[in-house]
């Protein structure tokens, strides 16, 4: 946390200790807490926007510029840096001062959250080639039928699949009979035991008859646009899935919605 007012910080403090959160740092000013943030992983920071020598707009960019991904939560009173904080840099929150105990459990809440977000182990990239990261690293499928079965419940956008409507585009022409049930079932269980290897079972159902993706567990460039993200802000290229042809419909509406966004 950052505040050079010490009786603002350490009241805060204490909030954050009533709510089981430990602050690493705390600082009256932005050059120490820069410093500390070079050497040591944060993934959660408090800030001040008034501060002397660096503000905490200029910091949260420094901040940015090391992690990325770090959560920025602004907690001020002067309300005219809102819109500077939250369209510009895209701060996470804008807690306002004077709060109160309300006001500081429901920031907190709301950084778990974010910070679960970030957790998310799983990354299946949509826009271009299909491709599912653990951990940063691309997981190889020995079994390519069962990476595309998982490619159909990921554009199903975590609904039902059943098994017919699988069968149907994984074996397109075959009958619908007890051979090919037994090479869904196989398909199934390659993709079981892939996630079971790398830890991540949970991202994957499969009842009779049907399956789905636990859409919650993962990052997938396409759900953020199906969740509201601008998809100009994406690195969708006017190519979806390009390994399955199946997958030209929801291509289509993808095309569609950068088409609109781009004449806004």
Known sequence: MVDDELWSMEAFAAECRSNDIELKGEFDNSLDALSFVEKNRIDLAFLDVKMPYMDGIDLARRLKEINPDMIVIFISSHEEYLKQAMVDLKADYFLLKPYNSTDVENVIERARCLSARLRKRVAVRTFGDFDIFVDDILIEFKNQKAKELFAICIDNAGGEVTMKKVIERLWEGRNYDDKVKRLYRKAVFCLNSVFKHYGVEYIF????????????????????????????????????????????????????????????
């Open 205 to 264: 159902n499969n009842n009779r008859g049907s399956c789905h993706v636990n859409r919650n567990e993962i990052i997938c460039d396409y759900y953020e646009v199906l969740d509201g993200k601008n998809i100009k802000e994406t690195l969708f290229d006017g190519r979806y899935m390009t390994n399955y042809t199946w997958s030209e419909e929801t291509c289509g509406k993808l095309c569609q919605m950068a088409s609109i966004h781009l004449y806004e």
